[in-house]
Each structure stands twice: as structure tokens, then as C-alpha cells.
T-cell receptor, first 110, second 112 residues
Framework: KNEVEQSPQNLTAQEGEFITINCSYS?????LHWLQQHPGGGIVSLFM?????KKHGRLIATINIQEKHSSLHITASHPRDSAVYIC????????????WGAGTKLIIKP | KAGVTQTPRYLIKTRGQQVTLSCSPI?????VSWYQQTPGQGLQFLFE???????NKGNFPGRFSGRQFSNSRSEMNVSTLELGDSALYLC???????????FGSGTRLTVV
């Protein structure tokens, strides 16, 4: 079993829909990152969370440390949101090392 | 401010050759991490350097090595290239490896 599991693996939705991507992990962590990778390889760091909730524009990230679970929400989705969304956790066991989820490929259709 | 710069962007090498990739972090960032991304395996951690010292290493063979210079620029070297080394190699920098990773655009290596 992978230490970081993302769901769904693939998600196709219509423009305007509310999107939720989930990330569950099994190790103790000091922080969790959400990243976005566009076709062509460019990776953008969206959020780093250690507790609670963060919001930036139409993106919202939440984390529940007790349940070892985080969600990334996109409100009013747009085709330009189409990308791979990756969750990564910083392990308490292996310091400074990020453990990566496999990513969620999101396609937003106009 | 300038982002993380990786050079070259694209590279084609022959099996058995060696290759050196370069990563210039954001000014002031002392941590540089390297990742390999392939369609089947996703992002895999190679190693992390902080203040010229390798602080962490992933599960890759010894053919993969790296170093960091006093100006925080980092190089990654792969010797005796294999076809399976074809991948996108990404580096990320942060101030101290605990916050705010910024990724470069990557170097796409093709081994033929």
C-alpha cells in the first residue's frame, strides 16, 4: 500500500462544477503540499498545510491531521484548471523527504 | 525574482553515455531537491542537497549522483545511461527544505 493515496486518479467534469480531490496518507507528517502540473511539465506549488484550511482564489485546501486526510477543492472550475494535481507529504520519519501521491488528472470540459 | 532554472531543457543521449543536468535555485534558497518523473512511476525523489551537503537520498542506483556548489547551484549526474532513465528530471528549491518549494521546468532526457 502506498503511503500517500490520491483519489480519484482521473476526473473529467464540466466547466463550472465544484471539484474535490482527496489525499490520504499513512505516515506521520509535518506538512502536506498540493501541487499543480500542467501539460509540458511545469509544476506550481499551490498550498502547504500543516493544519486547518487555506484558500487562494477558487482553490481551497483542507487538512485533518487526526484523520490523515486532505482535500483540494476547486470552485467554479474552468478549462484552464485542467492539469495533474499532486499531493505530497513531508514525513516525520524521514526528515525533509517528500512522499508523493500518484496525482489526479483533471480535465474540465467547456 | 528569477525562478528555478534548469538546463538544458531537452537532451538526447545514447545508452552507456553519461549526462549532467544543472539546476540554479531561487536566490537565497539553500535547499535543492531532484526528482525523476516517468509516466509509469510518477514523481520519485532522487536526493536533496542543503548547503553543499546531501541531506537525503531516494532509492536510486549509484549511477545517479549529485552535488551542490557554494552558490547553491546543483548538478545531477547519471552515468552509464540506460533506456529506462528516459524521463523528465525536475529540481525544486526552497529556503531550507521545510517550506515553499518552487519547481523548475525540468530537463527532458531521452536515452536512445
Amino acid at each position: 500500500k502506498n503511503e500517500v493515496e490520491q483519489s480519484p486518479q482521473n476526473l473529467t467534469a464540466q466547466e463550472g462544477e465544484f471539484i474535490t480531490i482527496n489525499c490520504s496518507y499513512s505516515v506521520g507528517i509535518s506538512a502536506l503540499h498540493w501541487l499543480q502540473q500542467h501539460p509540458g511539465g511545469g509544476i506550481v506549488s499551490l498550498f502547504m498545510l500543516s493544519s486547518g484550511k487555506k484558500k487562494h482564489g477558487r482553490l481551497i485546501a483542507t487538512i485533518n491531521i487526526q484523520e490523515k486526510h486532505s482535500s483540494l477543492h476547486i470552485t467554479a472550475s474552468h478549462p484552464r484548471d485542467s492539469a495533474v494535481y499532486i499531493c505530497a507529504v513531508r514525513s516525520l520519519v524521514v526528515d525533509y523527504q517528500l512522499i508523493w501521491g500518484a496525482g489526479t488528472k483533471l480535465i474540465i470540459k467547456p | 525574482k528569477a525562478g528555478v532554472t534548469q538546463t538544458p531543457r531537452y537532451l538526447i543521449k545514447t545508452r552507456g553515455q553519461q549526462v549532467t543536468l544543472s539546476c540554479s535555485p531561487i536566490s537565497g534558497h539553500r535547499s535543492v531537491s531532484w526528482y525523476q518523473q516517468t509516466p509509469g512511476q510518477g514523481l520519485q525523489f532522487l536526493f536533496e542537497y542543503f548547503s553543499e551537503t546531501q541531506r537525503n537520498k531516494g532509492n536510486f542506483p549509484g549511477r545517479f549522483s549529485g552535488r551542490q556548489f557554494s552558490n547553491s547551484r546543483s548538478e545531477m549526474n547519471v552515468s552509464t545511461l540506460e533506456l529506462g532513465d528516459s524521463a523528465l528530471y525536475l529540481c525544486a528549491s526552497s529556503q531550507d527544505g521545510t517550506y515553499g518549494y518552487t519547481f523548475g521546468s525540468g530537463t527532458r532526457l531521452t536515452v536512445v
